[in-house]
């Protein structure tokens, strides 16, 4: 319980007083120290272990694997008294992670048998290396197809700017999460289907009784953007916490005040950039003060500068960027 919430030394002080502690209860204890990203600590638990059981050496293989140490993954996946079927799929995942494809079809291809947790890793890691012919063919061989692999395929179509075959493998699926419809819009985006991913999100998912939640809604805003309708970014940001329930965060808001500083609208712009309840970023600030410039608003565009230049995050190269803006702008001015 203490691991989880984030309470280490109070999980070390209820493990000390455990007499004589079992594998589970090391096994929590290790968890306590992977939860609060202390892989050191939770190798030297595992190290003074008694006896380790199959649970322990496995956790320790994936926390490795997600902290891209993929040798000390290995050397512990060699050293196991026997193998299952999770530590098996934990390697293809750790391989697939780091971009070793070759090694973790190795690893699938010996394995004495297969769930649909083993090909969905093996199925994201050809997905993840760019191999979509391969990655086609395992989709094809796998004996059931879970939400997972679906979602997989439509997002490498989206990657490849494979909008068409996205939404196909979409109208396909038996069953979708609030995931998939993520997803398959973030593909539309992406291939440019502007239509289609607004078509997804305001009338299939309505149809449907789906919620968009956040990553949804970016995606859609995005694809306003892109294909230039400002009414149809701006009246969907407003209906954000309004109509759906959904705070906008702040990527929504930076997203927005970008469409609307590229569409000429600077008064609502600025008026976004003084309102929300995040700081601004860089680029939406950048992209402000461009818009300035085209606009030749000397006097908010200076503002905006002040800003970016107040700002904790910007770096030096920004920086410098952002004096030649401020440059340019001045220059606009002059008849």
């Known amino acids: 319980m203490y691991g989880k919430c984030g309470s280490l030394g109070d999980a070390k002080e209820v493990f000390r007083e455990i007499e004589h502690p079992n594998s589970y209860s090391w096994n929590l204890f290790i968890a306590a120290y992977l939860h609060a990203n202390d892989l050191k600590g939770a190798k030297y638990s595992f190290d003074k272990m008694p006896e380790r059981d199959v649970v322990t050496w496995t956790t320790l293989i994936q926390a490795y694997s997600k902290a891209g140490h993929l040798q000390q993954a290995k050397v512990l996946y060699e050293k196991m008294p026997e193998w299952n079927l999770v530590c098996w799929t934990a390697m293809i995942q750790a391989y697939g992670s780091a971009g070793h494809v070759n090694e973790a079809r190795e690893m699938f291809d010996c394995m004495k048998e ?3 947790v083993a090909w969905n890793a093996i199925l994201l890691a050809y997905s993840q290396s760019g191999d979509v012919p391969t990655a086609k063919m395992l989709f094809d061989r796998m004996p059931r197809w879970d939400i997972p692999a679906w979602n ?9 700017s494979s909008g068409e075959l996205a939404t196909r493998l979409f109208d396909q699926m038996p069953l979708r999460s609030l995931h998939t419809w993520t997803v398959v819009i ?3 985006v992406e291939s440019g289907l502007t239509k289609e991913a607004t078509r997804l999100f305001d009338r299939i998912m309505a149809i449907h009784g789906v919620l968009p939640h956040g990553a949804a809604m970016l995606s859609v805003l995005k694809s306003c953007a892109h294909s230039g309708s400002l009414p149809g970014a701006w009246k969907r940001f407003l209906s954000m916490a309004a109509d759906r329930d959904i705070p906008p965060s702040r990527e929504h808001y930076c997203a927005m005040i970008h469409i609307l500083a590229s569409a000429g609208q600077l008064d609502e712009a600025h008026r976004l950039i003084n309102s929300m309840p ?3 970023d860089y680029e939406s600030l950048a992209a402000m003060l461009g818009a300035c410039k085209l606009h030749r608003d000397v006097g908010r565009g200076m503002e905006i500068a ?3 230049l107040d700002s904790g995050e910007i ?5 410098g960027a952002c004096l030649t803006m401020v ?9």
Do not use: F, V
Not at 315 to 319: A, G, I, P, R, W
């Open 315 to 319: 770096s030096m190269k920004s920086s």
């Open 278 to 280: 995040y700081s601004s």
């Open 186 to 188: 973030r593909a539309c």
């Open 327 to 335: 440059n340019n702008l001045l220059l606009s001015q002059e008849p």
């Open 306 to 308: 002040d800003q970016i």
């Open 152 to 160: 997989t395929m439509i997002q490498m179509y989206g990657r490849h």
């Open 114 to 116: 297969r769930d649909t």
